[in-house]
């Protein structure tokens, strides 16, 4: 089947050609809050959160990734569920405090932690802080000492190459991110040393948007090997191993979902080869995926504005781009550009025709959303829409340039569309 064709069957509804979220028409979304925006279906999410629980063994607990899309109303949602947040910024840490989230329930990862946000996060409590650099661990323990605290660290480890895996590589290879494996000894002996770090976990994270669960598998064993020899060096049983997220979801017409089964025999597997081992015994596992839980429920729809043909080349311009979309213009980490999947929601069942070319309002070659694309006729008026818009869309966009209006977002619960964050008329 049509990629674009199994998402909306996947995660939305149709009615005469018409996408539906939930029994909304999306063109009655787009009436009443007007375009470019971004719609979120709520019951896409639970879905994907139950079906990954589903894949996971009762030790394992997950962290959703904030950067992933940081509107509140999807913290809440996994809060609701059990869930605890990985955060990367003191910002996410206060959006997380404010939707609600137990200060105890929060993972601080991430590069580059500034001493500002170190001593704020330390005072007003967290769960843990996820150590990228021997530096982090001595700002962790002098910062510790003056507030009178403990700080519960785990360090984060870069892992020599034979746990490489997914498109974006993060580790494996010189990084910024995560203490290399070969000075993990090292990191260790400065936590051992300091009676205001607690030694807590090992995290390891290596890439994202990973679509084969046997790569995730390799990478969560090289994990379990680094945790015990860490607990063993340390001596003492390991509270947590954050195995990271990085689970991938479809963006392209050749790529196919991860396979939750076979992950959860991989990690049913993983669980076997580990029983018996006194340093894991009672260690929480954690996964803090982004992408895989927020990515399949968000399209971003904006309306066509104008049609144009250019020395025999047809153009769709739209009244939105890709300075609110980068990733789907492809100018976010794609080597070769790719076209998301892209429809026209009002014609969903309508025969597709000559490939065009759908392009922002930008003025820049770059603003191209989708490049030779055989969609319906299209027409001024008409919604076209991006899916697996949930995850780094918005979020990861350079929404202040040009000063178009930021784009609003509506979330669509119990057959509700609720405004969650309004149009503003440029972002600064
Ligand atoms: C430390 C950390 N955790 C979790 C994530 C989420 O990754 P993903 O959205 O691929 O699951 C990222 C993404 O960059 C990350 O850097």
Same mark, same amino acid.
């Given at each position: 089947m049509?990629?674009?064709?199994?998402?909306?069957?996947?995660?939305?509804?149709?009615?005469?050609?018409?996408?539906?979220?939930?029994?909304?028409?999306?063109?009655?979304?787009?009436?009443?809050?007007?375009?470019?925006?971004?719609?979120y279906n709520a019951e896409a999410i639970e879905a994907q959160l139950s079906n990954l629980r589903q894949a996971l063994p009762q030790r394992f607990n997950v962290c959703y990734s904030v950067k992933a899309n940081p509107n509140p109303i999807f913290m809440k949602l996994f809060l609701a569920q059990g869930c605890g947040l990985e955060i990367a910024s003191i910002g996410e840490y206060e959006r997380a405090i404010q939707a609600g989230c137990p200060p105890e329930q929060i993972l601080f990862a991430g590069p580059g932690k500034t001493e500002a946000e170190l001593h704020a996060v330390i005072s007003q409590g967290i769960g843990e802080i996820h150590a990228e650099s021997l530096t982090e661990l001595e700002r962790l323990g002098r910062i510790s000492r003056e507030l009178g605290k403990q700080t519960n660290v785990a360090v984060r480890v870069n892992p020599t190459s034979e746990a490489q895996g997914g498109a974006m590589q993060m580790g494996?290879?010189?990084?910024?991110? !995560? @203490?290399?494996?070969?000075?993990? #000894?090292?990191? +260790? %002996? =400065?936590?051992?040393?300091?009676?205001? $770090? &607690?030694?807590?976990?090992?995290?390891?994270?290596?890439?994202?948007?990973?679509?084969?669960?046997?790569?995730?598998?390799?990478?969560?064993?090289?994990?379990?090997?680094?945790?015990?020899?860490?607990?063993?060096?340390?001596?003492?049983?390991?509270?947590?191993?954050?195995?990271?997220?990085?689970? !991938? @979801?479809?963006?392209?017409?050749? #790529?196919?979902? +991860? %396979? =939750?089964?076979?992950?959860?025999?991989? $990690? &049913?597997?993983?669980?076997?080869?580990?029983?018996?081992?006194?340093?894991?015994?009672?260690?929480?596992?954690?996964?803090?995926?982004?992408?895989?839980?927020?990515?399949?429920?968000?399209?971003?729809?904006?309306?066509?504005?104008?049609?144009?043909?250019?020395?025999?080349?047809?153009?769709?311009?739209?009244?939105?781009?890709?300075?609110?979309?980068?990733?789907?213009?492809?100018?976010?980490?794609?080597?070769?550009?790719?076209?998301?999947?892209?429809?026209?929601?009002?014609?969903?069942?309508?025969?597709?025709?000559?490939?065009?070319?759908?392009?922002?309002?930008?003025?820049?070659?770059?603003?191209?959303?989708?490049?030779?694309?055989?969609?319906?006729e299209v027409a001024i008026g008409d919604l076209v829409g991006i899916f697996q818009s949930g995850a780094y869309a918005r979020a990861a966009s350079p929404m202040g340039f040009l000063s178009h209006p930021v784009p609003p977002e509506v979330w669509v619960e119990r057959g509700q569309a609720i405004l969650i964050s309004e149009r503003k008329p440029y972002a600064h």
């Open positions: 049509d990629h674009v064709q199994a998402l909306v069957d996947q995660y939305f509804d149709r009615s005469n050609g018409v996408l539906q979220i939930q029994g909304l028409p999306i063109t009655a979304i787009a009436e009443t809050h007007g375009t470019p925006l971004f719609v494996g290879k010189p990084a910024p991110f !995560g @203490i290399d494996e070969e000075n993990l #000894e090292q990191a +260790l %002996d =400065l936590i051992a040393a300091d009676s205001h $770090l &607690q030694f807590h976990g090992i995290h390891l994270f290596v890439g994202t948007q990973v679509l084969k669960h046997e790569v995730l598998i390799t990478q969560y064993r090289k994990g379990l090997e680094i945790a015990h020899h860490a607990a063993q060096y340390m001596d003492t049983p390991l509270s947590t191993l954050d195995f990271g997220g990085g689970l !991938g @979801i479809p963006y392209f017409g050749n #790529e196919t979902s +991860l %396979d =939750l089964e076979g992950l959860r025999v991989g $990690l &049913q597997q993983l669980m076997e080869e580990i029983d018996g081992d006194p340093y894991l015994a009672n260690t929480q596992f954690l996964l803090e995926p982004g992408r895989f839980l927020a990515g399949p429920c968000g399209v971003y729809v904006a309306r066509v504005n104008d049609i144009k043909v250019s020395r025999g080349k047809k153009f769709a311009i739209l009244d939105g781009g890709m300075h609110h979309h980068l990733a789907a213009s492809g100018n976010l980490g794609q080597v070769i550009k790719r076209n998301y999947p892209v429809a026209v929601l009002n014609k969903l069942e309508q025969p597709v025709e000559d490939a065009i070319d759908v392009v922002g309002p930008l003025c820049t070659p770059l603003d191209t959303l989708a490049r030779n694309i055989s969609l319906p």
